[in-house]
C-alpha cells in the first residue's frame, strides 16, 4: 500500500561547490508535509547529515511528529560530512574548522535561505550535532551568537580546547540548549586521541555553560556512543525544539 502523501517524506539533495573547503558537499533538505505553503518554516541544521537520514531516522521520526502536531511544522537541512576529514572539519583544533564554519555561514546557509522559504527569525533557527558535531555547533554558536542561539547537542566531543574557549567566554546568556550524554559513555574510543570520557566531558560542559548564563536543559540516559542510543532519544530532543518555538511565537 502507498504511503499517504500528507506523511511522505520528502528529502531533497543538493551538491554545493564549497570553495572554502575546496570539494563539493551534499545537503539534504527534509521538507514539512504540505510545503511548500504561505509563510516561512523554521530550520534544523544538522552535521553529519546523512547519518542523521540514515542511522538517526530524523526524516521519519519528524514527518511523523510533523503530522501528529506534536512538532512544528519545519525545513531540516543535513550536511553531509567527508569521512576522511570530520575532525579537521568538526574540531576546534582542526587545521579546517574555520574553513568548515566559513562553509557553514558563508555558502549552505545562503544556498537554502534563497531555495526554501526558511523563517528569517533567528529565534526559529536551531543546530544539531553528536559527538564532534555537537563541538562543531557549540563552537558555531560561540563565533556567531546572534545566528544560532539554540543547539541539540548529543554526547559532545567537548575536548580540552574547546572547554577553554567556553571558559573564556563571559556571557552564554543567549545560549539556549538541549544536552544529552549516556552514562556509559565513560570510555569511547576515538581515532585521533584513544580512548576518552564522554560522560564526564558532558558533565564538566554542563557546568560551564550554566555559569556562564546558558539555559540548559540537561539529560542522561542508560546508553553508549551509538546512533542507536541518540536515535530513541530524538523524539524527546525534537519534543524540546518544539517548546521553545511555541515559547517565541507567545
Not at 547529515?49 to 521519519?60: K, L, S
Not at 519545519?74 to 569521512?83: K, Q
Not at 580512548?195 to 550554566?210: A, I, K, V
Not at 542508560?222 to 511565537?249: I, M, N
Request: overall charge negative.
Amino acid at each position: 500500500m502507498a504511503e499517504p502523501a500528507s506523511t511522505r517524506r520528502v528529502i531533497e539533495s543538493h551538491e554545493i561547490y564549497s570553495s572554502h573547503l575546496w570539494e563539493d558537499r551534499t545537503i539534504k533538505v527534509c521538507l514539512p508535509p504540505g510545503y511548500p505553503s504561505n509563510g516561512t518554516y523554521p530550520v534544523l541544521f544538522c552535521h553529519d547529515g546523512n547519518e542523521f537520514i540514515t542511522h538517526g531516522r530524523i526524516a521519519t521520526i519528524a514527518v511523523e511528529r510533523m503530522v501528529s502536531a506534536s512538532l512544528s511544522p519545519m525545513v531540516i537541512v543535513c550536511m553531509a560530512m567527508n569521512p576522511r576529514l570530520r575532525s579537521a572539519d568538526y574540531d576546534i583544533s582542526g587545521e579546517r574548522h574555520e574553513a568548515y564554519t566559513r562553509f557553514v555561514m558563508e555558502e549552505c546557509i545562503p544556498f537554502v535561505e534563497e531555495q526554501y522559504a526558511i523563517s528569517p527569525a533567528r529565534e526559529e533557527w536551531f543546530m544539531a550535532g553528536v559527538s564532534l558535531g555537537a563541538a562543531a555547533s557549540l563552537s558555531i554558536h560561540l563565533q556567531h551568537p546572534d545566528v544560532f542561539g539554540q543547539l541539540l547537542l548529543f554526547s559532545g566531543a567537548y575536548y580540552p580546547p574547546l572547554q577553554e574557549r567556553v571558559r573564556e567566554a563571559t556571557n552564554l546568556s543567549g545560549l539556549s540548549a538541549y544536552m544529552l550524554v549516556g552514562r556509559q559513555e565513560t570510555a569511547v574510543e576515538t581515532k585521533e586521541h584513544g580512548t576518552l570520557d564522554f560522560y564526564h566531558y558532558n558533565r564538566q560542559m554542563r557546568s560551564l555553560l550554566e555559569a556562564r548564563g546558558a539555559v540548559v536543559d540537561y539529560r542522561e540516559a542508560d546508553g553508549t556512543h551509538v546512533w542507536g542510543f541518540w536515535q530513541r532519544h530524538l523524539p524527546q530532543a525534537l519534543d524540546w525544539l518544539h517548546e521553545r518555538l511555541l515559547s517565541h511565537r507567545a
